[in-house]
C-alpha cells in the first residue's frame, strides 16, 4: 500500500562558508538535514577558516550574490518554513537580508536570526558597533534571536559581564533585547554558576523562561553557538515545542562537545558534533512520533 508522507518543511540557511573549522555553513548544513529538514543556503561570504584563533584567513565577501540567489528562487516559486541567519560579512549585509527575507519570506516563515558577532565580551575580528546596529534591526524582523550572552549585552546596552551570570543579569539582558527580537529570545552561553553552563529561553508572548544547563568545560569551543541555532531553528521549522527543540540542540551541543573533549581535538578544529548525530536523530525522531 502506497504510504503518503507529509511535505519535507525547507529551511533557507543565510551563513558564511568557513572551508575549515566546522562552524555556520559546514554544520547547519548537517544538523539542519538530521533533523529531517531541507536545507538551501544563501552563503555570506567564502573564507578558509573561522576568524578565532586562525591567523591569515583567505575571505570573500559574497553580498552580490545574495538578492541575486533569493530572486532566482522567488521567481521558481520555490516557498520556504525557515530562514535561519547567521555570521554576516558586514553591516550592509544585514540590510540585503532584510530584503532577501522580504523576497523569500510568505506570512508563515519562521525568521530565525542568531546575530552571530561577538563572544567572551568581545567582537570578532573586523566587526564593531555598526554590526551591532545593524542586527538590531535585523533581530527586531525574527521571530526568535539566539545572541550568546556577550551579543545579548551589545544589542541590549547592557554591560557585559563574565561569568558568573546571576539571574538578575539575565533578565537585564532580556528585557533589554525587548525592543530587539520577535517572540522568543534564546540566550546561549549562560553561566549561572561555577562548572554549569546552558541556554535560557524567553518566551514573550507567555512571559514563560525554560533553560536547559550542562556541565560546563573550561575553554573555547568554536562552532557551537551555530549547531546549537541550526537545531534550535530547524527543530522549531519542522513544528517542536520551545522545550523539545531546546533540550534536543543542548543535548547535541553538549555531546558534540564531550567527545571534543574527550578526543582532545585542537580547539578552533571544531567540536565533535558527527559523533553526537546519531543520538540527535533518535531524539528528534522521539519528538515527532509524539506529535
Ligand atoms: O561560529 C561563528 C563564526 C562564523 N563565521 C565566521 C567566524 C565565526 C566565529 O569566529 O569567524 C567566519
Redesign the pocket.
Known amino acids: 500500500m502506497e504510504t503518503k508522507l507529509p511535505k519535507l518543511k525547507r529551511l533557507c540557511a543565510v551563513n558564511?562558508v568557513?572551508g575549515f573549522g566546522k562552524?555556520?555553513l559546514t554544520v547547519a548544513l548537517p544538523v539542519v538535514s538530521a533533523t529531517g529538514v531541507e536545507c538551501a543556503c544563501i552563503p555570506t561570504?567564502l573564507?578558509s577558516t573561522?576568524?578565532?584563533e586562525f591567523t591569515g584567513w583567505t575571505r570573500r565577501d559574497l553580498s552580490d550574490q545574495m538578492l541575486p540567489i533569493a530572486r532566482h528562487w522567488a521567481g521558481c516559486g520555490i516557498e520556504f518554513d525557515g530562514i535561519y541567519s547567521?555570521?554576516l560579512a558586514s553591516p550592509e549585509q544585514a540590510l540585503l537580508l532584510e530584503e532577501v527575507i522580504g523576497t523569500l519570506a510568505g506570512p508563515d516563515t519562521l525568521v530565525v536570526c542568531d546575530p552571530?558577532m561577538a563572544d567572551n565580551g568581545v567582537y570578532?575580528?573586523g566587526f564593531d558597533g555598526a554590526m551591532t546596529q545593524a542586527f538590531r534591526r535585523l533581530c527586531a524582523r525574527a521571530d526568535v534571536i539566539t545572541p550568546n550572552v556577550t551579543e545579548a549585552a551589545l544589542l541590549s546596552g547592557a554591560e557585559y559581564r563574565a561569568a558568573p551570570h546571576p539571574r538578575e543579569y539575565i533578565e537585564r539582558l532580556f528585557d533589554g533585547l525587548e525592543r530587539h527580537a520577535g517572540r522568543y529570545i534564546a540566550i546561549t552561553g549562560v553561566h549561572p554558576a561555577e562548572g554549569v553552563i546552558g541556554t535560557v529561553v524567553r518566551d514573550r508572548e507567555t512571559g514563560d523562561e525554560r533553560s536547559e544547563m550542562s556541565a560546563a568545560y573550561p575553554g573555547m569551543f568554536?562552532?557551537t553557538?551555530?549547531i546549537f541555532a541550526s537545531a534550535f531553528a530547524a527543530l522549531l521549522v519542522r513544528g517542536a515545542g520551545v522545550g523539545d527543540a531546546l533540550a534536543a540542540a543542548s543535548a547535541l551541543v553538549r555531546e558534540a562537545i564531550e567527545r571534543c573533549f574527550v578526543r582532545g581535538t585542537p580547539r578552533p578544529y571544531g567540536v565533535d558534533f558527527e559523533g553526537a548525530l546519531p543520538d540527535y536523530v533518535r531524539r528528534v525522531q522521539e519528538i515527532f512520533s509524539r506529535a
Open positions: 558564511d568557513s562552524c555556520s561570504a573564507l573561522h576568524t578565532g547567521g555570521y552571530a570578532y575580528s568554536y562552532g553557538g551555530d
